[in-house]
């Protein structure tokens, strides 16, 4: 088993270009997220998807979008990068998620450096 | 959305025991208590999970009062290798969602 990989590693953007990052888990989880973390702060939910198909907002949706057509996948895209989307990205993946009444471990990728100029 | 609360930072010295306590006044009923460790440039790590009384693994003991409105993490005899971020997780079941407070930065000294 890899676990959750995320590429790329680091990446440097102008504002207003766009990208993926991507997030990838082969552990048939059902629940994956994505979190950012700036420095020196803990880490804010961007979006969430409880499954194949569905996905919702975290606390930090404002110029991210989500989509998941597989479980094994979960692209978290910048729409139009801004300085303050600088920060660590972290992708996350869980067992089942809500439905397993918060008993879930989360496995975490080892995360994206993302540096908006 | 249920809010945790810990210390920003700790201190300690190698082989001595740490308690980080998290305050989580707002869990819900199903609600299960994780703790997670960050190491700089990495992303966290389970440590341990319960949901009331006293849990104990290979690693750590987490206590857990009867009214679960709060939480402590034990680290026994810790180590420089210890030092890191430590995150109170409450998972918010009936939201859907988790989410991290800002975590306790525990340093070990030697």
């Known amino acids: 088993n890899a676990g959750v990989t995320q590429t790329p590693k680091f990446q440097v953007l102008k504002t207003g270009q766009s990208m993926t990052l991507q997030c990838a888990q082969d552990?048939?989880?059902?629940?994956m997220s994505w979190y950012r973390q700036d420095p020196g702060m803990g880490l804010r939910l961007i979006h969430y998807?409880?499954?194949?198909?569905?996905?919702d907002q975290g606390e930090v949706p404002n110029g991210y979008n989500v989509s998941r057509s597989t479980t094994e996948d979960f692209p978290l895209r910048l729409l139009s990068a801004a300085p303050s989307q600088t920060s660590v990205y972290f992708c996350?993946?869980?067992?089942?998620?809500?439905?397993?009444?918060?008993?879930?471990?989360?496995?975490f990728g080892p995360g994206t450096r993302l540096t908006v100029l | 959305l249920a809010k945790t609360t810990q210390p920003i930072s700790m201190d300690s010295y190698e082989g001595q025991e740490v308690n980080i306590t998290c305050s989580h006044n707002n869990i819900a009923t199903n609600d299960y208590i994780t703790w997670y460790q960050q190491f700089p440039s990495q992303g966290p790590r389970f440590i341990i999970q319960g949901y009331k009384t006293k849990v104990t693994n290979e690693v750590a003991s987490l206590f857990i009062p009867a009214d679960r409105k709060s939480s402590t993490l034990s680290l026994p005899r810790v180590s420089l290798s210890d030092t890191a971020v430590y995150y109170c997780l409450v998972p918010n079941t009936n939201a859907g969602k988790s989410t991290f407070g800002d975590g306790t930065t525990l340093t070990v000294k030697p």
């Open positions: 998807s409880v499954g194949a198909g569905i996905t």
């Open positions: 996350a993946s869980s067992r089942n998620g809500r439905l397993a009444g918060g008993t879930d471990t989360q496995y």
């Open positions: 552990m048939n989880h059902e629940y």
